[in-house]
């Protein structure tokens, strides 16, 4: 095998001719990179408002949101709706303020500081929406029991 004519095609090759410019590159990433905060405060200020403005009728297991307490009846699957619906509305409002501030710094980092700014604020968003999660099942669980019914001790107290 001769190495010389391998040597001779590898003279004129060019990597950077492959490779797409850096700018346009970083453009990308910056761009995937507000998507990827952004999206979840939206989907969930989107599903709040559906869930308080227009929630499924009657407890299904297809949409809507569900838990085991609130599925028993109408009265606790509509309590669960419609709390749903304003905490994630109310949370989604705060979280997409909060995150199009964040975004909107994302122009002057640095690549490296700008994902691990995003990998912070996912982490961020998950937390709350796993807290939040967490409120409305106890509230509802609180509130209703296995069957739907208003647990004794609170129709007593607030009637």
Known sequence: MDFDVIKQLLTDFDLANFLPALDSVIGWIELVTRIAVLSGPLLMLGLGLWYFLAPPKEANHSIGYRCYFGMGSIEAWQFTQRLAGIVWSGLGLILSIVMAIICNGYRGMDTMDMLYNA?????WEAGLTLLSILAINITVMI?????????????????
């Open 119 to 123: 990998v912070i604020c996912l982490l």
């Open 143 to 159: 509130r209703y029991d296995g069957r739907g019914y208003l647990r004794h001790w609170w129709d007593k107290e607030n009637s």
